[in-house]
C-alpha cells in the first residue's frame, strides 16, 4: 500500500502481523500503542502514537495526516480472573462501540480515504452457510459489542468521503495467538480437551492469509461493504489431528460430553451473579453464550471475498504446518 498508514491496536496478534506485512512492503506506518505500553519488535521501524479509544484527542492526533487506517484494536475479554460483572458489559461496549466510532470519526477529521474496521464473526453468531447478509444473532457480550461496533464505525464516518470497509473475521490462528497458543500447548503435551463431540465445525482462517485479504480489501473492497474473511470450515477433530502432525505428537485426546460442558457453564455464571462477578478467563465457562459457540457449527460462504481476487495461500493443514513448525 502506498500513502501514510494508521494501525490501531498494533500491539495485538492481528495487528503485529499486519505491521510486520506492511513494514515490509515499504509502507509509512504509524502504530498507536497504549500509554505506557512495550513495543514490540514487529514494529521496529514503525513512527509510533500514544493513545487509547477513549481518548478522542490521542486519537485525532494519531490520525492525523493519514491515508489510510486499519482499526485492529478491541477487547476481546477482559483480563483477570474474575471481573465485576456490572462493568463487564460496559467494558466490551466502551473499547468495542465506543472507541470503534471515536477511532473512525478521528479517520474522517483527518481526511483519511480509507477506513478498514475489523469485525467478527461472533457479531453473526453460528450458522452454516452464512452470507454477509444472513440475519445477525450474536451469542455472546463480545460479539453483541462487535455488532454494535459495526453500526458504530459508519455513525463515525457518516457524511465522510472515507470509505469504510468492514472485514469480519473468522477465528484467526497463529503460534503467537493468545488463545490458540493455549490449544498448540496443549498438543504439545500430550492431553488435549475438546468441547463435545468435536466434530462441529468452526470457520477458521491463517493469520498470513487474512492479512492478504486486508490489503486486498483496503485497495479494492466497496464502500461499505461487510466482507467474510474464512478460508473454510474444520472440526475441532481436525484442527487438532493438523496440530499434532505439524507439531509431531499424538496427544490424548479428550472429549468433554457438551451436557456435563453446558450444566457447569451454567453453574459457574449462578455463583458469578450470585457474587457480582463474571469469569472471562474461564473461556466456555465464562457465559452461556461461549459455551454454545465452542459446541456450534460456523461456516460461510466467501464469494464476496473471493471475487475481489481473494483466495487463502495455503490449505488449514498446510498452514498449520508451516506456523508451528
Known amino acids: 500500500m502506498r500513502g501514510k498508514i494508521l494501525i490501531t491496536g498494533a500491539s495485538g496478534f492481528i495487528g503485529r502481523r499486519l505491521s510486520a506485512r506492511l513494514l515490509a512492503d515499504g509502507a509509512q506506518l504509524r502504530c498507536l500503542l497504549r500509554p505506557g505500553s512495550p513495543v514490540p519488535p514487529e514494529l521496529s521501524g514503525a513512527e509510533t502514537a500514544r493513545g487509547d ?3 478522542k484527542e490521542s486519537l485525532k492526533r ?3 495526516g493519514m491515508n489510510a487506517v486499519f482499526h485492529c ?9 474474575a471481573v465485576a460483572r456490572a462493568g463487564l458489559e460496559k467494558a466490551f461496549f466502551s473499547v468495542n462501540a465506543d472507541g470503534a466510532r471515536n ?7 483527518a481526511g483519511a480515504g480509507v477506513f478498514v474496521h475489523l469485525g467478527s464473526i461472533a457479531a453473526q453468531g453460528p450458522g452454516l452457510a452464512l452470507r454477509e447478509d444472513s440475519p445477525c444473532a450474536p451469542l455472546t457480550l463480545y460479539g453483541r459489542s462487535k455488532l454494535a461496533g459495526e453500526d458504530a464505525v459508519r455513525s463515525g464516518l457518516a457524511a465522510s468521503p472515507c470509505r469504510l470497509v468492514t472485514a469480519r473475521l473468522a477465528m484467526i490462528y497463529g503460534k503467537d ?3 490458540w497458543s493455549l490449544f498448540f500447548s496443549a498438543v504439545r503435551r500430550g492431553l488435549l480437551p475438546l468441547p463435545g463431540r468435536g466434530l462441529n465445525k468452526l470457520s477458521v482462517c491463517w493469520a498470513e492469509s487474512l492479512v492478504d485479504a486486508l490489503l486486498l480489501l483496503a485497495g479494492r473492497g466497496a464502500g461499505g461493504g461487510t466482507y467474510t474473511v474464512s478460508e473454510g470450515s474444520s472440526s475441532w477433530s481436525d484442527l487438532a489431528a493438523f496440530s499434532a502432525a505439524a507439531l509431531g505428537k499424538k496427544p490424548l485426546v479428550l472429549k468433554v460430553p457438551a451436557r456435563p460442558l453446558g450444566l457447569a457453564s451454567k453453574a ?6 450470585a457474587a457480582g462477578l463474571a469469569f472471562p478467563a474461564f473461556n466456555y465457562l465464562a457465559e452461556n453464550g461461549s459455551f454454545k459457540e465452542a459446541v456450534s457449527d460456523w461456516e460461510h460462504d466467501v464469494s464476496k471475498l473471493r471475487a475481489l481476487g481473494w483466495n487463502p495461500r495455503l490449505s488449514t493443514s498446510e498452514a498449520l504446518a508451516a506456523e508451528l513448525r
Open 53 to 55: 479509544l477513549l481518548d
Open 62 to 64: 494519531a490520525a492525523d
Open 73 to 81: 484494536a478491541a477487547l476481546v475479554r477482559p483480563r483477570g480472573l
Open 103 to 109: 477511532a473512525a470519526s478521528a479517520a474522517a477529521a
Open 177 to 179: 495467538s493468545p488463545s
Open 268 to 273: 459457574c455464571q449462578a455463583a458469578g451473579r
